[in-house]
């Protein structure tokens, strides 16, 4: 065998080492990998068990009825507890009213530059600062909207419903694949609640709304993002943000009346983000409910910030 032909089998045979250390590195570097990912899938795991546990403790200790959504958002993981049991709604509704807003924008039913006289009827009493306005004063669609939702404003949402009809909007509940959410009187209708006339809602089917929102998928993608951002604008910081950081951001909406006490929202965070919607009724003061809701909400907080996941930002819509 000549010198050259004895170099060139020892380059091949060279070659061929260094491809079978690097096919093994890789190999090695999968497998890693692999038990990597499932040492982190089942500490995600034990910490949601964790989760539930928590929050089984919590039904049991509180005073009243409950139906509850929680979600993680990005495993798709569940917890929930009569989520289709119905409550009065409250103002959760006004996210259904918003969403039913939005849908009739984008058939051509409704303008947003539409400008509605606020007049002596239309004056309500509870949260708002509409009805402090003189009558007479115009306001466009574009500013109801928001009034609704981040003041809970109940003349703003009294001024939209009567735009649209209280028939219309269930219908456009109905479009939007709600079916045990209703609109059967006004906000603050005292004397319509008195003869068992009441607006209802699940728990379900708040979280089937405040998703579809996030996913960019009610309406539209843009029509999601701007609901999204009102619900970012809520007012009332008493149940699902109070125990939390204060720069968390939640996207949500609260509701409240006689021994009922709620919050529905979208808690995001720099390692996932996750769904809440809690619907209670109540003995004694709302103050109770609130703080239960809250520690709902933290307990959730903590089982997504100390789990092993990618840390990156939150979602930004």
Request: glycine content about 6%; charged content about 20%; overall charge positive.
């Amino acid at each position: 065998m000549t010198h050259r032909a004895t170099v060139v089998i020892a380059v091949a045979l060279s070659v061929a080492a260094g491809a079978a250390a690097s096919v093994a590195v890789q190999a090695y570097r999968r497998a890693q990998d692999v038990t990597q990912a499932q040492r982190a899938l089942a500490k995600l795991q034990a910490n949601w068990q964790s989760l539930q546990q928590r929050i089984d403790s919590e039904i049991r200790s509180f005073n009243g009825d409950v139906g509850f959504v929680i979600k993680d958002l990005e495993t798709g993981w569940r917890l929930t507890h009569q989520p289709e049991h119905r409550f009065p709604s409250a103002s959760l509704v006004k996210i259904a009213i918003m969403a039913a807003c939005f849908q009739a924008v984008q058939e051509g039913q409704l303008e947003l530059s539409s400008r509605l006289r606020f007049n002596a009827a239309d004056r309500m009493s509870g949260s708002g600062v509409l009805k402090d306005k003189p009558v007479g004063t115009m306001v466009t669609v574009e500013a109801l909207i928001p009034l609704m939702i981040a003041e809970s404003d109940n003349t703003a949402t009294n001024m939209l419903i009567n735009r649209l009809g209280l028939a219309s909007l269930n219908r456009s509940f109905q479009a939007l694949g709600l079916r045990q959410t209703n609109l059967a009187r006004k906000m603050m209708d005292f004397a319509a609640r008195a003869k068992g006339i009441e607006n209802y809602t699940t728990a379900t089917e708040m979280a089937f709304l405040l998703e579809r929102l996030y996913r960019q998928e009610l309406v539209s993608p843009d029509w999601s993002r701007r609901g999204l951002e009102l619900l970012k604008q809520q007012k009332l910081r008493d149940r699902i943000p109070a125990q939390l950081p204060p720069e968390t951001v939640v996207a949500h909406k609260t509701g409240l009346e006689n021994h009922i006490c709620h919050d529905a929202g979208i808690v995001l965070t720099p390692k996932g983000d996750f769904l809440i919607v809690v619907l209670t009724r109540h003995k004694g003061p709302s103050k109770a409910a609130k703080v239960w809701i809250a520690n709902l909400a933290l307990h959730t907080y903590r089982y997504v910030l100390n789990s092993p996941r990618h840390r990156r930002d939150s979602r930004s819509v």
